[in-house]
């Protein structure tokens, strides 16, 4: 088995590798680590992809009472939403025009739901190296404070990888970022239906208990240039990507086709798991 370490570290983005964020949007995704609200989805769209999500939390029952991981290559109704255009033209001015996705989940917190995804970093859960993932968050539902949307500390990116500490029985899993009392305060990533935002791997957020009458559900979709590479066998079994735009010169992943498939009942993920 090969289990290579993995770099973690930010690398800002550049000016110039695609035309829909400014020089001054991508100056902002450096220094802060994220960047929202964009509009992705009109009313009609996301009504429709939100009837979409709705029908594969039900065929999946129980199971998918918080998500649904890593079947954006395995379903044709989440291949076309990881790699449709306005998506992806954002993406290409973080990483450059070529673009993997490699993984997605659905993430559902239902009304009072009461466990809190307690603060992290994305890439020091992954085995990927360098920390090149850049994570869209599509809202599916309208998000605010009041239903738990996503927080985000902003800066925490340029840090490195920050000490872990156990997390309460209250958090979603078991581990949680050590934070100093001093490392800024949260932003909360409010969103409306359709909208997306932007955030770097190395970023730390979290999102608390639901207690509103609301859910709160959201897509997130992880982005990569396929020089990036996967520094373990055993996890790469559960790595289905897919070539969103342009090339993968270095060789380094395998690639699936859009699926035929749109039925969440008759496959199974290779269950990456993400949480936010």
């Not at 939403?81 to 070529?98: E, K, M, N």
């Not at 920050?162 to 909360?188: R, W």
């Amino acid at each position: 088995m090969t289990h290579a370490p993995h770099e973690l570290s930010f690398a800002a983005a550049c000016p110039g590798l695609g035309s829909a964020l400014t020089a001054e949007q991508i100056a902002t995704y450096n220094e802060l680590g994220f960047l929202q609200p964009f509009d992705i989805f009109n009313a009609a769209e996301i009504a429709k992809i939100r009837y979409y999500i709705d029908g594969l939390m039900a065929d999946m029952g129980p199971e998918s009472a918080y998500g649904i991981n890593c079947y954006q290559a395995r379903l044709s109704g989440l291949w076309d939403i990881a790699t449709d255009p306005r998506i992806l033209d954002l993406v290409q001015s973080i990483i450059g025009p070529d673009i993997l996705c490699w993984a997605s989940a659905i993430l559902s917190k239902p009304a009072h739901e009461p466990r809190r995804v307690p603060w992290h970093q994305d890439a020091p859960f992954w085995h990927l190296s360098p920390t090149r993932t850049v994570t869209v968050w599509l809202a599916i539902d309208d998000t605010d404070a009041e239903n738990a949307a996503m927080q985000f500390i902003p800066g925490t990116h340029t840090k490195g990888a920050l000490d872990m500490e156990k997390a309460g029985s209250d958090a979603v899993f078991h581990q949680q970022t050590a934070l100093p009392d001093d490392i800024g305060a949260p932003f909360t990533n409010c969103l409306h239906a359709g909208q997306a935002s932007l955030h770097a791997d190395m970023l730390v957020h979290g999102s608390p208990p639901n207690t509103s009458d609301k859910r709160r559900c959201g897509l997130t979709l992880r982005y990569c240039p396929p020089e990036v590479r996967i520094t373990d066998d055993v996890w790469a079994q559960g790595v289905e990507a897919i070539l969103c735009r342009g090339q993968d010169i270095a060789g380094r992943w395998q690639h699936h086709p859009r699926p035929d498939n749109d039925d969440i009942t008759a496959t199974q993920s290779p269950h990456v798991m993400g949480n936010n």
